[in-house]
């Protein structure tokens, strides 16, 4: 280790290559991390952005079980689903089983956020020819 400067004072298992390079932040891990990030990828979700994400990540999967479960009412209209639902259809009209293919949402949940979105007068729910729902965006 001669010659090499240490940027914290740790112990380490293993020699510090390089001068700027970091030591993972998380209690008890010494790994050198990538690219000067403050964890290793082991420790990658302490970062207080990367648990934000996921904690976000985590609520819409609830949000869209608990859509798919009890209804329209539960539906959270600024919420990242039903914005994604908002955008995709801004693309045009979609029915309600493309609409779950393409943003990989069970029937039951896009059926519940339509129907709130039709409540707020952003989208309207209708029939194509052959009887399928289909929902297209009303302009704000
Ligand atoms: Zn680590």
Request: net charge positive; hydrophobic share 35%; aromatic share 4%.
């Amino acid at each position: 280790m001669s010659g090499e400067r240490m940027l914290r004072a740790v112990p380490t298992r293993r020699s510090v290559a390089a001068s700027p390079r970091r030591i993972c932040e998380a209690a008890g891990c010494f790994e050198v991390t990538r690219e000067g990030k403050p964890y290793c990828p082991g420790h990658v979700t302490l970062h207080p952005y990367v648990r934000e994400v996921l904690a976000n990540l985590e609520g819409e999967r609830n949000e869209v079980a608990r859509v798919a479960r009890e209804g329209s009412r539960v539906v959270d209209p600024e919420g990242t689903t039903a914005q994604e639902l908002l955008l995709t259809l801004t693309r045009g009209p979609r029915t309600v089983e493309r609409l779950s293919r393409e943003l990989r949402l069970p029937v039951r949940a896009v059926r519940g956020y339509l129907e709130a979105l039709q409540r707020l007068r952003q989208v309207r729910i209708g029939r194509t020819a052959r009887g399928s729902t289909t929902a297209w965006r009303l302009s704000s």
